[in-house]
């Protein structure tokens, strides 16, 4: 039987409304009867005498424009319906986070006259079965003009490197600004009066979700030019909405029946399969299934963003940070998606859970030629917390300080000024340090087992 | 193409359906007769979402053409229970939280109750190898492989799950003990 962990209630006491009632005990999950059972009905869960398969032809190439698209050996596949080209997707230039208020709309549903990465969409096929779209969609013949491709964050951003976006720079433009910046006191004279300086680079890979259904649905035409759309997207509405605006017609044209999800981990999010299918649909007049093939959703659906970061420190020798500086760089891919907010999310993490006075941060959204990223799990802040955490146990190393203590030298404290101006309120490293060291049996000296996150510092 | 009739016994109940060449049994069973009970995460034969008994042997169905199974049985996980009493395995995972988004268990449970079939009482390391064609992207397999040793026991009419007797690390029912205080490892 599974049995649950306590909670921990000694902390802060007074300032807890809750009862923890519910929290702390168990509690049947309520789908796990049907996942046992094998009822639970996932999107692909449901059969359509009639049926119809979506299959794209991809870009082979990371960056080149499009000479001319040859649907004509396509079209003669047995059971091909019908090939969809970027002329029939009524608002073909998108972008997901336009839902609040993020612009441009820098990524086609169908390639026009230039692919950004290997596997970009150029062509949907539609046919009666898997095998004839899979067969179609092979038969489509693409002849390009190669470009030169950039595949390196900081290349992207060297004055010499080619722009690779329609919008004129290889990054987002963040209010008119070349990132998401983070301006707070002086890091130049930080540095100046601090007793060491250290500076580090972090990097990671793109890291797929890999869920273990893959990306799908089935769109159904319903009487009055309705739509039903049977998805597995994470978010339904979201969803609804990206689509119906790609569609260029009315929400009330779409509905969404989702909320059963083979792993998503915010791989999910992106609204890719359903327009394709919706058009699919409507031109056929029937049932249309669009599913990610397990090498699709490995190679083409949209992963965590690589970032590299370089943190520097000055740090006086007593192990107090008196300036940071970050340059933060997150690799965007060929397309926006979800990655202009999840850079801004990486700059508000910034400086980390520590009160510095003394902190500067470009973090710069910068389109590449490889697959568009996007959500994943704490995206933005994830790799972000990895440097800096990184970073202090290097700074501890150096100065043969304890790296708890490090830590809790510099914890923020309620009433600190955060480098976003905003005043640190509700803050508990500390006690949960304290904790946490209790439990491996590090011991702590007396003064750091004294600090608290309600005192103020001393200055 | 030529078409072919396959007779089998799902579940115990006679079947038949209309095979091509390139149909598998994976597709029969969910396009054909209606079982969507064995998923689809690859189509080729590395995941195990789609795993089924075929004559009382795991097999990927995926990989399997239905042309080759005409006069076999096969079990699938909508066979295990009545809908009012669940087997063993499907209890054990309901109790153990061994389900996050459930589209591995289908395939998970199928292995599980052929490993019970042929090794009522299989340590930790036999239940891991019976489940290693299987892929579990949310749980991470610790409260699987938990839930079939207490399948195992449960089948063999003791109570509560053996502590595994293996040298290999710590016995996975640890980490779902309460215990006082807060664990790091869950
Ligand atoms: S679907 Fe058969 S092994 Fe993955
Ligand atoms: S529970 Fe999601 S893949 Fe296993």
Known sequence: ?459 | MTVKIVNLKLNGVDKAFMARPETTLLLGLREQLGMMGAKRGCAQGACGSCTVLLDGSPVVSCLVPAVTVDGSTVGTVEGLSDGQVLSDVQQAFLDGFATQCGFCTPGMIMSAEALLERNPDPTTEEVQEAISGNVCRCTGYEPIITAILDAAARRRGTTAATTPETDEGPPPTTAYESSEGMRADV
Not at chain 1, 298 to 321: C, H, L, T
Not at chain 1, 415 to 439: C, F, P, W, Y
């Open chain 1, 1 to 459: 039987m599974a049995k649950i962990n306590e909670i921990d209630t000694e902390f802060f006491a007074d300032e807890r409304s809750s009862s923890f009632t519910v929290i702390g005990t168990p509690a049947q999950r309520s789908d796990a009867l049907g996942h046992v059972t094998g009822k639970t009905e996932f999107f692909e869960d449901r059969a359509f005498p009639d049926l119809a398969h979506v299959k794209i032809h991809r870009s082979v190439h990371h960056h080149a424009r499009i000479d001319s698209v040859d649907c004509s050996e396509a079209l003669k596949v047995p059971g091909v319906l019908r090939v969809i080209t970027h002329h029939d997707v009524p608002a073909n230039w998108y972008l997901v986070l336009r839902l609040i208020g993020v612009e441009p709309h820098d990524e086609p549903v169908l390639a026009e006259d230039r692919v950004l990465y290997v596997g970009e969409p150029i062509v949907a096929v539609v046919a009666d079965t898997e095998a004839a779209a899979i067969e179609g969609a092979s038969r489509v013949k693409v002849s390009y003009t190669e470009l030169p491709a950039v595949l390196d964050v900081e290349e992207a951003l060297s004055p010499d490197a080619p722009v690779i976006k329609k919008d004129g720079t290889n990054y987002f433009v963040y209010e008119g600004h070349h990132a998401r910046r983070i301006r707070f006191g002086d890091v130049e004279e930080g540095f100046a009066q601090a007793d060491h300086v250290f500076e580090w680079r972090y990097s990671s890979a793109p890291i797929e979700h890999a869920p273990t259904e893959t990306t799908g649905c089935i769109v159904v035409p319903q009487s009055g030019n309705r739509l039903l759309i049977h998805s597995n997207t994470q978010a339904a509405f979201f969803t609804l909405d990206n689509t119906a605006l790609i569609l260029d017609r009315p929400f009330t044209d779409l509905q969404v029946k989702g909320g059963t999800v083979g792993g998503g981990f915010g791989g999910k999010v992106d609204v890719i399969v359903e327009p394709l299918a919706c058009i699919a649909a409507t031109l056929t007049n029937r049932p249309v299934k669009f599913v990610y093939s397990r090498e699709e959703e490995m190679q083409v659906s949209s992963p965590r963003a690589a970032e590299r970061i370089y943190i520097k420190d000055g740090v006086m020798a007593d192990g107090r940070i008196v300036a940071r500086k970050v340059m933060l760089y997150v690799d965007s891919g060929a397309y926006s998606r979800h990655t202009p907010y999840g850079t801004t999310k990486a700059a508000a993490h910034l400086p980390g859970p520590y009160t510095i006075p003394n902190v500067h941060a470009d973090c710069h959204c910068v389109y590449t030629n490889r697959t568009p990223s996007s959500a994943m799990r704490g995206f933005g802040v994830t790799i972000a917390d990895f440097a800096i955490e990184s970073q202090m146990d290097r700074i501890a190393r150096a100065l043969d300080i304890d790296p708890l203590e490090l830590r809790l030298r510099n914890a923020y404290r309620d009433g600190d000024m955060k480098a976003h101006r905003k005043v640190a309120s509700g803050t508990a490293l500390i006690e949960v340090i304290q904790r946490a060291a209790a439990l491996v049996g590090h011991d702590l000296p007396p003064e750091y087992l004294a600090m608290s996150s309600s005192t103020p510092r001393e200055a």
